[in-house]
């Protein structure tokens, strides 16, 4: 199976699927010397891990990382960095009723057309647990990237939406309720449409927002590696993803240019900022700022229609642990893959300019 690493320089390469032994990863490209604080690396994999909170799914995971390889007396080597992350609480059983059938909207169908084999356990290799490895290696690059502040906040949960600009929130708030909203008025409305829906058997999606703030001027490598066109690909790898935009987006679609250009100030920084910190694919010193769209979870635990392997339309009733909403555990993926994008970025700007 190709497309299992990310990066040019700062290069990701995960392995495992959600109900194998383990999880796991190689980090290539890491600079040497760089102080790893562990219990910061834990606490990003404790944001995306699952049994959180009442919202998310109640699988049992510690998802504590055992690094293998690439540091020595706490500090990166400079070589590859191994670790893995044991899967520790499978229940394998929950998808026996799937082992004929395929989920509708789920990847079961066309990973069993495209390879002749799949494995149903929760999804195998296509599991949003893989992110899990994302989340390990978004955490030593933002300890690469000490200056640069990556933020990210569930911004929409359904037709609930924050009705405030990013400027106006503060995001220290962002983890002090379980739908990871800094506005707390619309979190708790948020919270409970959540709820609802679960109780329903349902599902819903929803949009997250990162901004990342102190970015240098110059990252970015046109013609086809743009900074924006890098990260649009990162956030629509992460599993559930349907959307991506960034500073204005697709409401830029509806403005003239005189209402659209972000003027200059004489220190080089702009008025506004409808360019979303990103100009030709180069970042441009203003904050960067990006929207992500989540679909609704496939897997519902109500009755559908769906196919079975002989071609016969059949009903299923979804079982086991799954999230009414992903959203809440998609923003330290979201970060990780920003930070990661920035790393790759950081890097490869040292080998062509200077001044970053």
Same mark, same amino acid.
């Given at each position: 199976?190709?497309?299992?690493?990310?990066?040019t320089l700062f290069k990701l390469t995960?392995?495992g699927e959600s109900h194998g032994e383990?999880?796991?990863?190689?980090?290539?490209?890491?600079?040497?010397?760089?102080?790893?604080?562990?219990?910061?690396?834990?606490?990003?994999?404790?944001?995306?891990?699952?049994?959180?909170?009442?919202?998310?799914?109640?699988?049992?995971?510690?998802? #504590?990382?055992?690094?293998?390889?690439?540091?020595?007396? &706490?500090? %990166?080597? $400079?070589?590859? !960095?191994?670790?893995? @992350?044991? +899967?520790?609480?499978?229940?394998?059983?929950?998808?026996?009723?799937?082992?004929?059938?395929?989920?509708?909207?789920?990847?079961?169908?066309?990973?069993?057309?495209?390879?002749?084999?799949?494995?149903?356990?929760?999804?195998?290799?296509?599991?949003?647990?893989?992110?899990?490895?994302?989340?390990?290696?978004?955490?030593?690059?933002?300890?690469?990237?000490?200056?640069?502040?990556?933020?990210?906040?569930?911004?929409?949960?359904?037709?609930?939406?924050?009705?405030?600009?990013?400027?106006?929130?503060?995001?220290?708030?962002?983890?002090?309720?379980?739908?990871?909203?800094?506005?707390?008025?619309?979190?708790?409305?948020? #919270?409970?449409?959540?709820?609802?829906?679960?109780?329903? &058997?349902? %599902?819903? $999606?929803?949009? !997250?927002?990162?901004? @990342?703030? +102190?970015?240098?001027?110059?990252?970015?490598?046109?013609?086809?590696?743009k900074l924006h066109a890098e990260l649009?690909?990162?956030?629509?790898?992460?599993?559930?993803?349907?959307?991506?935009?960034?500073?204005?987006?697709?409401?830029?679609?509806?403005?003239?240019?005189?209402?659209?250009?972000?003027?200059?100030?004489?220190?080089?920084?702009?008025?506004?900022?409808?360019?979303?910190?990103?100009?030709?694919?180069?970042?441009?010193?203003?904050?960067?700022?990006?929207?992500?769209?989540?679909?609704?979870?496939?897997?519902?635990?109500?009755?559908?229609?769906?196919?079975?392997?002989?071609?016969?339309?059949?009903?299923?009733?979804?079982?086991?642990?799954?999230?009414?909403?992903?959203?809440?555990?998609?923003?330290?993926?979201?970060?990780?893959?920003?930070?990661?994008?920035?790393?790759?970025?950081?890097?490869?700007?040292?080998?062509?300019?200077?001044?970053?």
């Open positions: 199976m190709a497309g299992n690493s990310y990066g995960t392995f383990a999880l796991g990863g190689i980090i290539d490209g890491c600079p040497p010397n760089i102080t790893l604080d562990f219990d910061a690396i834990q606490l990003e994999m404790s944001r995306r891990k699952p049994g959180q909170s009442a919202i998310v799914t109640q699988r049992k995971e510690e998802d #504590e990382v055992q690094f293998l390889s690439g540091i020595f007396e &706490g500090k %990166t080597t $400079g070589t590859p !960095i191994g670790f893995i @992350i044991p +899967n520790t609480n499978q229940k394998s059983d929950d998808y026996a009723h799937i082992k004929d059938t395929y989920r509708p909207s789920h990847a079961d169908y066309v990973y069993e057309k495209k390879y002749g084999i799949r494995d149903y356990r929760g999804g195998g290799r296509s599991s949003a647990r893989e992110t899990a490895c994302r989340v390990v290696a978004g955490a030593i690059a933002k300890q690469m990237l000490q200056n640069i502040k990556i933020n990210a906040f569930v911004s929409s949960v359904g037709e609930i939406f924050i009705d405030k600009p990013y400027q106006q929130l503060d995001f220290s708030q962002t983890e002090n309720n379980a739908v990871r909203c800094p506005d707390t008025e619309t979190a708790a409305r948020m #919270e409970e449409h959540i709820k609802e829906i679960r109780k329903q &058997g349902d %599902t819903v $999606g929803g949009t !997250i927002t990162c901004v @990342i703030q +102190n970015v240098p001027i110059g990252l970015g490598e046109p013609v086809f590696d649009g690909k990162a956030m629509l790898s992460i599993n559930a993803v349907k959307g991506f935009e960034y500073g204005s987006g697709f409401c830029g679609a509806r403005m003239k240019g005189s209402e659209h250009n972000d003027l200059y100030l004489p220190d080089g920084t702009t008025k506004t900022n409808l360019s979303g910190g990103i100009q030709g694919g180069i970042s441009n010193g203003m904050d960067i700022y990006f929207r992500v769209a989540f679909k609704p979870v496939a897997t519902l635990i109500q009755k559908q229609e769906t196919l079975d392997n002989q071609g016969n339309i059949v009903e299923m009733q979804g079982k086991g642990r799954h999230d009414p909403c992903v959203v809440p555990r998609a923003v330290p993926i979201v970060e990780a893959m920003a930070a990661i994008v920035l790393a790759d970025f950081y890097l490869l700007n040292k080998i062509y300019n200077t001044n970053v």
